[in-house]
């Protein structure tokens, strides 16, 4: 991680913020889509996240705590985005209604199919925790310290949001 | 189409097909353009009319200062003599012949520094921005300064404890504060005659705080702490305070509140946990200040690993009528590890019920380990955690034991159980075992590795055991036997 840019970035050069962004946008936009399930949800998700992250930065202590601390903002946002999403009634279309109209396709590309869909049936929790987990390849340490919960919990969490995955992707197979 | 079970090498291709998902092209444009008109600290629009030199350039300049008002922000001139300045969600007056500083700087040690204010001069090598150039500055004779900012905490204002004979509790702006007169502190690098501060709490919380701490030198130190206090007295949120109406319905309004909060935690626990989850927060009492029964799975900090028995109060009252407190009161029963154990949350309410602040003391201690039906599927799961807990530290020791207990495996060792690295891969006979602990409190896991002797290098054995709770915790392991070649 370039410390510099993050510290050029915190005393407000917008510069430095655009490289960062530019480094990170295409991870952010897929922890976004693996938590929210949903492409328009996904784009606000990411954008909110990097406003977020000007907005804020002049209040991050240690510049070495970027990429977790912008993990964070990033689950923050896509739990408002669902449940904004919530509120406006968005239905989940199960994988089996999405999968008749495609097809025999690529296995993993069914799969990916299937995942999204089963993730829309988790809750905005699991999802985050499953992501940070099984797509980003996140340590358990830092999966709680971008959560804010203790080792022990995430560990709980992560047993139950994939049991209940496993549940999800079962149901629609 | 059904392939194998959902295994982790088949839910890693899944969420490796996501991974192909590239964002909109037009993404990065539009938050950049979101970035530039969020912008990123409070500006400060200077009080003109004010300002004597200002006064001379006649009818043009008023007409200046009129679309200055019109601007969108731009803020009303403070009282004469005196500038205006809104931050982070206070305003206040200060004189006109001191100086501000506002670039929004980097977070502290000291919290969130918001502007400087005062007649100190900076040093001319200073970078504007480098808040520690800043700190670095001593006061010189006949000078103040002040330095207003903003610090989220884990304690409330009210739980917060006094410094004896420096501090007193007091109301500033309408808001519960603490007042620090630490007068002249012997070897003060700053060589302050006299040190001030408050600590105020904001109307969005009490354990947010806007703080300000002054500091002035002498001759004439009675008058610049005039001028600080004068500054203090004009402060005032910009948002409403919170109020709690002392209305007959009250109560029962207050008694709602607190229903609707532990039920919203309990929903945030079956969010987490699943739906079928039953967590502490459903030990709801049926009247507040009576005590409610339940046999839960989930505490505050998880899966607790089984069922346990809990006992739990609930009460609420309103603090300076600003915010409810609803304290909630567990006490682990049966099927605990501790019974007895005690956990306590405390939420802080706006009157209308937003949850303000959150802080918890104590804990539910994860339940018994099961010794009935699907003991083994349990005992199964909580190695399982475990040994994926150890194995990130130490994955090519721990790496190398089957996750189903009673398993055998041969794999390559190159690390010992507390980390070390060898320079020699070593093929060993790993297998993992566990069998119940006495008390239930947990499983002994017993890690045996065995392996041939191997040209210079002995054959040998070594074994770890450890103690792994119900949730897959586990505690240190003892290593006995020979040193890994």
């Known amino acids: 991680m370039d410390r510099t840019l993050v510290e050029r970035a915190r005393d407000g050069d917008m510069d430095a913020f655009e490289a960062l962004m530019k480094e990170r946008i295409d991870r952010v936009y897929r ?21 977020a992250a000007w907005r804020q ?13 912008l993990s964070r903002l990033v689950v923050n946002s896509a739990r408002m985005a669902l449940r904004a999403r919530r509120r406006r009634g968005v239905r989940e279309i199960p994988a089996h209604e999405i999968l008749s109209g495609l097809g025999a396709r690529d296995p993993s590309i069914d799969d990916g199919v299937r995942l999204t869909a089963a993730l829309g049936r988790l809750g905005p929790d699991q999802r985050a925790i499953l992501a940070l987990h099984h797509l980003e390849d996140r340590p358990i340490a830092e999966i709680a310290s971008i959560l804010d919960i203790p080792l022990g919990t995430v560990k709980s969490r992560l047993f139950t949001a994939r049991q209940a995955l496993v549940r999800a992707l079962g149901d629609d197979s | 189409m059904s392939q194998h079970a959902w295994d982790d090498e088949r839910l890693g291709r899944a969420y490796t097909s996501l991974a192909g998902h590239q964002p909109p092209r037009d993404l990065t444009t539009g938050i950049m353009t979101a970035v530039r008109a969020s912008g990123q600290v409070h500006r400060h629009v200077p009080a003109f009319a004010t300002r004597p030199r200002w006064l001379a350039l006649g009818a043009a300049a008023v007409l200046v200062v009129a679309l200055v008002g019109f601007v969108p922000g731009a803020l009303p001139p403070g009282p004469r003599g005196h500038a205006h300045l809104a931050v982070g969600g206070i305003e206040l007056d200060y004189p006109s012949h001191w100086t501000l500083h506002d670039q929004g700087w980097a977070a502290t040690g000291r919290g969130s520094p918001w502007a400087i204010l005062g007649t100190l001069p900076w040093d001319p090598g200073c970078d504007a921005g480098d808040i520690n150039c800043y700190y670095r500055e001593k006061l010189q004779p006949g000078t103040v300064t002040v330095t207003i900012g903003g610090f989220a905490s884990n304690v409330t204002i009210l739980d917060t404890d006094l410094e004896n004979a ?15 007169d630490r007068g002249r502190v012997p070897g003060n690098y700053y060589e302050a005659d006299l040190d001030l501060g408050w600590q105020i709490a904001s109307p969005e919380s009490p354990a947010q705080f806007v703080t300000i701490q002054a500091m002035m030198r002498g001759p004439g ?28 319905g009250s109560a029962v309004h207050a008694v709602r509140i607190a229903a609707e909060a532990l039920l919203a935690r309990d929903v945030e626990a079956r969010e987490s946990a699943g739906e079928d989850a039953s967590s502490i927060y459903s030990c709801l009492p049926e009247s507040l200040g009576g005590s409610g029964r ?25 603090i300076q009528n600003l915010w409810w407190r609803v304290t909630f009161f567990v006490v682990s029963g049966d099927g605990s590890t501790r019974p007895g154990a005690r956990y306590t949350e405390t939420m802080w309410l706006t009157p209308i019920g937003d949850r303000a602040t959150t802080s918890d003391e104590g804990e539910v201690p994860p339940a018994l380990i099961t010794s009935g039906p699907g003991a083994a599927a349990a005992a199964a799961r909580a190695v399982a955690i475990a040994l994926d807990n150890l194995g990130s530290s130490t994955p090519d020791f721990y790496g190398c034991f089957p996750r189903e207990p009673g398993a055998s495996r041969t794999a390559t060792i190159s690390t010992d159980p507390t980390g070390l690295t060898h320079y020699r891969a070593t093929r060993a006979l790993c297998s993992t075992r566990v069998e119940p602990k006495a008390d239930r409190s947990a499983w002994r896991l017993i890690l045996t590795a065995t392996w041939k002797a191997t040209g210079s290098a002995p054959a040998g054995r070594l074994v770890a055991t450890l103690d792994v709770d119900a949730v897959g915790q586990s505690g240190p392991p003892i290593v006995t036997g020979d040193p890994i070649p």
């Open chain 2, 221 to 248: 130190v009675a008058e610049l702490r005039r001028d600080v206090e004068a500054v203090i007295a004009s402060l005032h949120f910009t948002r409403p305070l919170p109020s709690i109406p002392p209305s007959p």
């Open chain 1, 31 to 51: 922890l976004s889509l693996a938590i929210v399930a949903n492409e328009a949800d996904a784009r606000d998700a990411t954008q909110e996240a990097f406003v």
């Open chain 1, 57 to 69: 930065l002049p209040r991050l202590r240690d510049a070495d705590r970027f990429e977790a601390w």
């Open chain 2, 166 to 180: 420096i501090s007193r509790r007091a109301t500033i702006a309408g808001m519960p504060a603490i007042v620090y």
């Open chain 2, 294 to 318: 339940a046999t839960v799975a989930y505490g505050p900090g998880g899966w607790l690993g089984g069922p346990i028995h809990v006992e739990c109060t609930a009460t609420i009252e309103s």
